[in-house]
Structures are given as C-alpha cells and as structure tokens.
C-alpha cells in the first residue's frame, strides 16, 4: 500500500500568501464551504484545486484557514445560494490604515474581504480527489 503525504503551508507573510494564491489559483469553492468562526476569528474555505505542482496534476481537496479575523465581508456574493460554484482568481494583501485586508477575488466579481490582525493562513490538502 503506498503512503500518501500531502501539502500543508504556512503563510506568515505577503511572500507567503503569493504562494498559497498561486497554488490556489483557479481552485473551485461552493459557497456552502466557506465558514466563519466569529467566536474563534477563524475563515474556513473547502476548495478543489488542481496540485500544479505535480506534473500529473490532480485535483485534491483542500482547506485554506484564515486566522485572526476581525470582520468578514462579501460583494457580489448571493449567500442564500448555498450551491453556486466560484472560481478563485487570486488573493491579495494591503494595510489600510493599522488594518490587514485579505481579499480573496472570484470569478463573477465576487469579492471576500477579511480584516485581521496578522497574515496567519494555512493551506492543508485533504485527499486527493478521482484517485
């Protein structure tokens, strides 16, 4: 039987999150994956990415949790459709003000802005899907 290890990086820093975006570019999210821990300042996003770093490219499963989250908010994103299926463009950082904005861009226009106290993101393969 053949052990399988997966991926899980830490982003601590704008580097970082360049990393996690392009491993997570073109992943895709149901809405109805994505939680926010208010009590716990937690962003939880499910997501199917493709592995690009391997060279047969699988799609795998993955979590992308944010921590340290203030506020969360959303544009062009209809909440009551639970099953609407996003594409995630890219994620991107900036300091406004003595605030960290995360914001996650989709396809659609959507947009998911977080406010948190410091870039703490991890991004954990799950399984590998179709194998």
């Not at 149901?30 to 997501?47: G, R, T």
């Not at 993101?121 to 399984?127: F, M, P, S, V, Y």
């Amino acid at each position: 039987m053949e052990k399988k290890f997966y991926k899980k990086i830490i982003a601590q820093s704008d580097a970082d999150l360049n990393l996690i975006s392009a491993l997570c570019s073109d992943a895709q999210i149901k809405l109805s994956e994505i939680k926010f821990l208010l009590k716990n300042k937690i962003f939880l996003i499910l997501l199917n990415r493709i592995d690009k770093e391997d060279q047969n490219q699988k799609n795998i499963q993955s979590v992308l949790r944010f921590e340290h989250v203030n506020i969360v908010k959303s544009k062009n994103i209809n909440q009551s459709k639970k099953e609407e299926i996003f594409n995630l463009i890219t994620i991107d950082s900036y300091k406004m003000e003595k605030k960290t904005i995360i914001s996650l861009y989709f396809n659609k226009k959507a947009i998911i802005n977080l406010e948190v106290e410091v870039i703490d993101i991890t991004l954990e393969d799950q399984k590998i899907l179709n194998d």
